[in-house]
C-alpha cells in the first residue's frame, strides 16, 4: 500500500514538473511576444523584398487554409506574390506592402480567430480573399462589422456578401454555373442534372443555376446534394443518371470530383460532366487521370492560367517561382493577385494622411480594376441593389454584367490544362 | 424502381466495406472490452502509408499494400503495448478515454507526418464496367466493387473459421467471457489481446486502403465512416463476423436508398441530411430497444472513476479566481484577453461534462451539440426579444435542458460505450439535419448574435474584448459554484450514488432513470450557457465549432484536466482548448493546433494510467507527499453538509460512501 501511494506520488509529482515545464514554456514565449499582433497564431508576414521606402508600410491580411482537409492556400500566394513584385518596383506610391496571412485551416472557428486577429492588428488596412469556402460566411462579416474592408476574389453566393465594406473583383462560383448554364442548353445539351457539396452557399448556387438553365430554354432534371468527403459517389451518379440528362453540372469540392466523375464514368461513359474552377489542389489533376478527357470547365477571366501575352500573369509567375510556388488554376493564384491590384487601383488617388481603413473602404468603392482593358467595379453602382448600397447585397446584379465576353466559358478540361502543363 | 435496385446493388458495395472496417472493432472489442474510437485514425494511418510508399518512394501497389497494413499494426501494438495492457482493469470509461486521446494524436501528426495536403489516391483493382445478367437494362456495377466484396466476405469469413475453430480463437473467447478463468486454464491475455490489437488493426488498415480507392483518403471521411462502422458493430451486437456483412450491407444500401429521397425530404420539411440521420437514427432506436444486452458483459473492474472530493474552502478559490481574473482582463496584452475568454468557457462547458459524467457516471459525446442548441436558443431569443446578456444565457442554458433530457434518455436504458455511441450518433445527426438547415439555423450562414450590454458596457467579444472576458469570468465562477452546489447537495449524493453502483442505488430506493435525467438536464442547461457565451464571443455562431469531433476532444480535455473537479475543468480550458490560452501561446510556431493536440492525446493516455484524477489532483497528492501523510479530504464521497445529514440521501449515497471508503 505504501509502495502504492509512493508510487502515486511519484506520478503526481513528474506531472507536476511536466505542467511546471510547460508554464514556463507558456510564460516565456508570451513575454517573447510582446505586442499583441507579432508571431501570432498562424500569422506570419512576408517582409519587403526590396529596401523599403521611407514612407509608412501598407499592411493587408489575408486568411488561407494552408492545412485542413483541403488546401486553399493559392490565392494568398498570388496576394503574396503581388506585394513581392510592387515592392520590388518602389512600393504603392512609395509605400511598401506586406501581407498578413493567417492560416484557418478550413475550420470555421479558426476562422473567427483569423478575423479578431486582423482586426486586433490596427496596422492592417483590409483583408483580400484568400480561403473562400468559410471566410465569406464566417471572417466577412466580422470584418465588416469592425470596419475592416474584405475584398472577395471568389463571390461565393448571395446572401453572404452584405455589408458596407464587402468588395469583390469576381463573380466567382455563380458566375461560372451561369457560363455553363448559358453554354449547355444553347449546345442542344437541354436536360440538366446538378450535383452540390451540400453547403448553403451550393444550395444557393443551385438555386440561381437552375433559373438560368430554365432561361436559357433548358430544365433541370435533378438535384443531388451530396456530403463532402462522400465514401462512396456511386448511388450519387446513379441518382444523377437515373434522371437521363444530357449534362452534369457539379459543384462539388474538388477533391471529391474525381470521385464523382470516376463514379459516373462507370455507369455511363459518354455523359457530359461540366465542372467550376474553383481553387483546385495540384492532387486534382492528377487524381482525374484520364477521366479528364470528358469533363467540361467553366472559368472566368480571374481564373486563367496561362497568357503569355498578359504582363500580369507573366509577372505573377515570375514571383511565385521565385517564392518556389507554382501557378494555380482556378479561382487561385490570378485572383489573389487581382485582389492585390485592386488595391493598387483604390489607393492610388489617396493623400497619405488619408490611407486609413475608413478611408480605404470609402475608396474602395469608387475604385474600378482593369484587366485586360476592361474595367471591373469592386461594387455595385449605388442605387443598383434594392434598398441602396449595401456592399454586395444582391451579388446577381454585378454578376450580370459580367456575363458574357467575360466568362471564358466552356473548355474540356484536358485543353484547359494543356497550356499550364497539369 | 430500376433505379431504387440499381441503387441498393452499388450501396451493398460500400456496406460490406464499412462491414470490415466494424470486424476489427469487434476483434478488439472482444478482447479488451474496448470500443476503440482511434479505429478510423488507424485506418487513415494504413491509408496514408500506403499512399506514400507508392508516391514518394515508388514502391509497387501489392508491396504498399502490406506496408500500409503493417503500419497500421504496428500502431495498434505498440498502442496495446503502452497503454491498454495497463487498463486492463481501469474503468471503461477510461479506456475508451484512452482511445479518444489516441484518436486526437494521431489527427494532430498524421499532417505533419504525411504532409500538409491529403494524398492522391491510387486505383488498386480495375475500375471497369460489370453488366449484370438481369434487369433492363441491365443492371451494373464497377468490377473494383465486385472485387471489394469479394474479398471482405472470404476475410469475414476466415475470421469466423479463425474465432470458432482455432485454439487462439478459442483462447480469445475464454479469455473475453471469463478472463481469471481462462488465465487458470493456462492462456496468456495480455498475448492474445496484443494479438487481438495486432489484427484488429491490421484490417483497419485494409479497410482504410480499400476505402482510399473509392474516395479522396481524409481524417474527417474515415472518422465518419468509424461512426458507421460503429453503428453496424451495436446493431449486430459485437457478435458476429456474418453478421456485420449483413447488417453492413443493409445499411448501406437503404443508405443509398435514401440519397434519391432526400432531397425531396429536405423540401419538404426544410431540414437537409436525412440520408445521413435515417440509418443512425434507425440504429439509436435499436440500440436503445436493444437495452444493456447489446454489448456482452466484460470481466469485473477493480476500478472505478476517480473521486468526487469538494475542495476545501470552494469561496476562498472563487475569490482568488476573480483577484486574479480581473486584473488580468484588464491588463494583459490584448492578444491573451480573447484566447483567456475561450478558456474559461471551455470551462464551463467542461464543468457540464464534470455534473454528467464525473459526478453521475454518464458518458456523452455530444455535449457541444447540447451547447449548440444553447447557442441557437439564445441567439434566437435575442433575435426577437432584447434581452440582456445575462438573461439571454439563462435563456440559452434552459432551451438546452429539453435537448439534454432527450439525449438523456436512452441513458435509461444503456450505459457505457453503448450511451456514448447513442450520443455522438445524436451529435452526428443534428451536424447532418437541424445544424445544417437554412432554415432552423442559418446553416453555413450560422446566426448573428446583436450587441448588447451590461450596466451599460457593450458585450461584443470582438470589440470590447476586455469586458467581455471579465464578464465570461464572472459566468464561469458562477458556473463553478453552482457545479459545486450540485455536488454538495442530496441531489449531488444521489448522483454519486448511481454512479458507484447502479442496481445498489436502485436497491436504496432510488429512481437511477429520474437521477440520470437530471444530471443530463443540469448538464444541458450549464453547456447551454457555455454555448450561448461562446456566440456573444463571436457575435456569430458558426456551427462547424459545435462539431461531432469538438464534443470528442471535450471529453479527453476535462480527463486530463479532472473529471470530477472545477478546477481540472479551468485547467483543462486554459491549457488544453483549441483557440485557449495554451494554444496562443504555442502559436509562435505556427502549429499551435497541432501541439496543443499532441499534448492532449498524449497527456489523456498517460493521465488515465498515471494519475486518474486528472492534472488538477496532482497539487493535492504533492501537498500529501510532502506532508507524509494521508489525510482523507474534507469530503470524498457523497456525504457533505448537504447529504450527510439526510438519512434517505445518506442511505442513497451509501454505495458512493463505500466506494471512497475502499480506497
Keep these: 500500500m505504501r509502495n502504492k501511494d509512493r508510487r502515486r506520488s511519484k506520478h503526481a509529482i513528474a506531472l507536476a514538473a511536466a505542467s511546471t515545464l510547460i508554464c514556463l514554456l507558456a510564460a516565456a514565449c508570451s513575454s517573447a511576444d510582446g505586442d499583441s499582433t507579432a508571431g501570432e497564431g498562424a500569422l506570419g508576414t512576408i517582409p519587403p523584398d526590396s529596401p523599403s521606402p521611407a514612407k509608412s508600410t501598407l499592411t493587408f491580411g489575408s486568411i488561407s487554409a494552408d492545412t485542413g482537409p483541403v488546401i486553399l492556400s493559392s490565392i494568398a500566394d498570388g496576394t503574396e506574390a503581388w506585394a513581392r513584385y510592387v515592392n520590388t518596383h518602389g512600393g504603392i506610391g512609395g509605400h511598401p506592402v506586406k501581407i498578413v496571412r493567417c492560416d484557418d485551416g478550413l475550420d470555421a472557428t479558426k476562422n473567427q480567430d483569423c478575423a479578431r486577429r486582423l482586426i486586433q492588428d490596427t496596422s492592417v488596412l483590409a483583408v483580400i480573399g484568400g480561403e473562400t469556402v468559410v471566410t465569406p460566411l464566417v471572417a466577412a462579416p466580422l470584418l465588416n462589422q469592425a470596419g475592416l474592408s474584405y475584398l472577395s476574389t471568389e463571390t461565393t453566393g448571395e446572401g453572404e456578401m452584405k455589408g458596407p465594406a464587402m468588395f469583390a473583383i469576381t463573380g466567382g462560383a455563380i458566375t461560372q454555373f451561369a457560363a455553363l448554364a448559358k453554354h449547355f442548353p444553347a449546345n442542344g445539351a437541354k436536360k440538366v442534372a446538378l450535383v452540390n457539396a451540400a453547403s448553403t452557399s451550393s444550395s444557393k448556387a443551385a438555386a440561381r443555376t437552375t433559373e438560368e438553365v430554365k432561361a436559357a430554354g433548358g430544365s433541370v432534371v435533378a438535384t443531388v446534394f451530396a456530403k463532402p468527403g462522400t465514401p462512396d459517389y456511386s448511388p450519387v451518379a446513379t441518382q444523377l443518371l437515373s434522371a437521363n440528362p444530357d449534362v452534369i453540372f457539379t459543384g462539388v469540392t474538388p477533391t471529391d470530383l474525381p470521385a464523382l466523375v470516376r463514379a459516373i464514368r462507370q455507369q455511363n461513359p459518354t455523359v457530359k460532366i461540366a465542372t467550376l474552377a474553383s481553387q483546385w489542389p495540384a492532387t486534382t489533376v492528377k487524381t482525374l487521370g484520364d477521366t479528364k478527357d470528358g469533363l467540361y470547365m467553366a472559368t472566368d477571366w480571374a481564373a486563367f492560367p496561362d497568357d503569355s501575352a498578359d504582363p500580369d500573369i507573366t509577372a505573377m509567375r515570375v514571383m511565385l517561382h521565385r517564392m518556389g510556388r507554382q501557378a494555380s488554376f482556378g479561382q487561385g493564384s490570378m485572383s489573389g493577385w487581382l485582389g492585390g491590384r485592386a488595391m493598387e487601383a483604390a489607393i492610388a488617388g489617396m493623400k497619405d494622411d488619408k490611407i486609413t481603413r475608413a478611408g480605404l473602404t470609402a475608396h474602395l468603392r469608387a475604385a474600378t480594376l482593369t484587366v485586360k482593358g476592361v474595367p471591373v467595379p469592386l461594387t455595385l453602382p449605388k442605387g443598383s441593389a434594392p434598398g441602396g448600397y449595401d456592399g454586395l447585397a444582391n451579388p446577381s446584379a454585378y454578376i450580370n454584367q459580367w456575363k458574357g465576353d467575360d466568362l471564358k466559358q466552356v473548355a474540356l478540361v484536358r485543353d484547359v490544362f494543356a497550356p499550364a502543363g497539369g | ?663
Excluded at chain 2, 456474418?242 to 448501406?252: D, I, Q
Design chain 2, 1 to 663: 424502381m430500376h433505379a431504387n435496385i440499381q441503387l441498393l446493388i452499388l450501396g451493398a458495395a460500400a456496406g460490406t466495406l464499412y462491414a470490415l472496417l466494424a470486424s476489427g472493432l469487434l476483434i478488439v472489442f472482444r478482447s479488451s472490452r474496448v470500443l476503440n474510437f482511434a479505429h478510423g485514425a488507424i485506418a487513415t494511418v494504413g491509408a496514408y502509408s500506403y499512399l506514400f510508399l507508392i508516391h514518394e518512394l515508388g514502391w509497387p501497389k501489392i508491396p504498399a499494400v502490406v506496408g500500409g497494413v503493417l503500419a497500421s499494426t504496428a500502431v495498434g501494438v505498440a498502442f496495446d503495448l503502452l497503454f491498454m495492457r495497463r487498463l486492463r482493469h481501469a474503468d471503461p470509461l477510461a479506456r475508451l478515454v484512452c482511445t479518444l486521446g489516441l484518436m486526437v494524436l494521431i489527427h494532430a501528426l498524421i499532417h505533419p507526418v504525411f504532409g500538409k495536403e491529403d494524398p492522391v489516391p491510387v486505383q488498386l483493382f480495375p475500375t471497369d464496367t460489370l453488366r449484370l445478367p438481369f434487369g433492363e437494362p441491365a443492371f451494373i456495377i464497377g468490377l473494383d466493387r465486385v472485387i471489394l466484396i469479394v474479398i471482405t466476405v472470404v476475410i469475414c469469413a476466415l475470421l469466423w473459421a479463425l474465432y470458432a475453430f482455432t485454439p487462439f480463437g478459442r483462447a480469445t473467447r475464454a479469455a473475453a467471457d471469463n478472463e481469471r478463468a481462462a488465465q487458470l486454464l493456462g492462456v496468456p491475455p495480455q498475448r492474445l489481446e496484443m494479438l487481438n490489437w495486432a489484427l484488429g488493426s491490421a484490417l483497419a488498415g485494409l479497410a482504410g486502403i480499400f476505402l482510399s480507392t473509392l474516395q479522396q483518403p481524409s481524417l474527417n471521411a474515415y472518422t465518419q465512416v468509424l461512426v458507421t462502422a460503429i453503428a453496424i458493430s451495436l446493431v449486430a451486437g459485437f457478435r458476429s463476423f456474418g453478421l456485420l456483412v449483413v447488417v453492413g450491407t443493409v445499411l448501406g444500401s437503404c443508405s443509398a436508398l435514401l440519397l434519391r429521397y432526400s432531397q425531396r425530404l429536405a423540401e419538404a420539411t426544410g431540414v437537409p441530411g436525412w440520408d445521413q440521420a435515417l440509418p443512425l437514427l434507425v440504429i439509436i432506436g435499436a440500440v436503445v430497444i436493444g437495452g444493456r444486452s447489446v454489448v456482452p458483459k466484460g470481466a469485473e473492474t477493480s476500478r472505478s472513476l476517480p473521486p468526487a472530493r469538494l475542495p476545501e474552502r470552494p469561496w476562498r478559490w472563487a475569490a482568488v479566481a476573480a483577484a486574479a481574473g480581473v486584473p488580468w482582463f484588464l491588463l494583459a496584452p490584448i492578444g491573451l484577453v480573447d484566447p483567456t475568454t475561450v478558456s474559461l468557457i471551455i470551462a464551463v462547458a467542461l464543468m457540464s461534462l464534470v455534473v454528467l459524467t464525473g459526478y453521475c457516471g454518464q458518458i456523452s459525446l455530444g455535449q457541444m451539440t447540447v451547447a449548440a442548441v444553447g447557442a441557437l436558443g439564445a441567439g434566437r431569443v435575442l433575435e426577437h426579444v432584447g434581452l440582456t446578456p445575462p438573461l439571454a444565457l439563462l435563456a440559452g442554458g434552459l432551451l438546452a435542458v429539453p435537448v439534454g433530457f432527450l439525449v438523456g434518455l436512452p441513458a435509461v436504458r444503456v450505459r457505457g460505450v453503448n450511451l456514448a455511441v447513442v450520443g455522438l450518433s445524436v451529435a452526428i445527426v443534428m451536424d447532418a439535419t437541424v445544424f445544417s438547415s437554412e432554415r432552423l439555423t442559418g446553416a453555413g450562414l450560422g446566426l448573428k448574435y446583436p450587441t448588447a450590454s451590461v450596466f451599460g458596457i457593450d458585450m461584443n467579444g470582438i470589440t470590447q474584448q476586455r469586458a467581455f472576458g471579465i464578464f465570461t469570468l464572472v459566468i464561469t465562477v458562477l458556473a463553478g459554484a453552482f457545479v459545486l452546489y450540485v455536488r454538495r447537495s442530496p441531489l449531488g449524493a444521489r448522483f454519486l450514488a448511481v454512479r458507484a453502483n447502479e442496481r445498489g442505488a436502485a436497491a436504496q430506493g432510488l429512481s437511477v432513470g429520474a437521477t440520470k435525467l437530471q444530471a443530463f438536464a443540469i448538464a444541458a442547461f450549464i453547456a447551454g450557457v457555455a454555448g450561448a457565451l461562446l456566440g456573444y464571443r463571436s457575435q456569430q455562431i458558426a456551427w462547424a465549432s459545435f462539431e461531432f469531433f469538438t464534443s470528442i476532444t471535450l471529453v479527453s480535455v476535462l480527463y486530463l484536466g479532472g473529471i470530477t473537479s472545477v478546477g481540472g475543468c479551468v485547467l483543462g480550458g486554459l491549457l488544453l482548448a483549441n483557440g485557449g490560452l495554451m494554444a496562443h501561446v504555442f502559436s509562435f510556431s505556427g502549429h499551435a493546433h497541432t501541439i496543443v493536440n499532441v499534448l492532449s492525446g498524449l497527456g489523456v493516455m498517460s493521465i488515465v494510467i498515471m494519475h486518474p484524477e486528472g492534472l488538477a489532483g496532482v497539487p493535492r497528492q504533492i501537498a500529501e507527499a510532502l506532508r507524509g501523510r494521508r489525510r482523507p479530504g474534507p469530503d470524498t464521497g457523497g456525504g457533505g453538509p448537504g447529504g450527510a445529514h439526510r438519512p434517505a440521501v445518506k442511505a442513497a449515497a451509501g454505495p458512493a460512501l463505500a466506494e471512497e471508503r475502499a480506497r
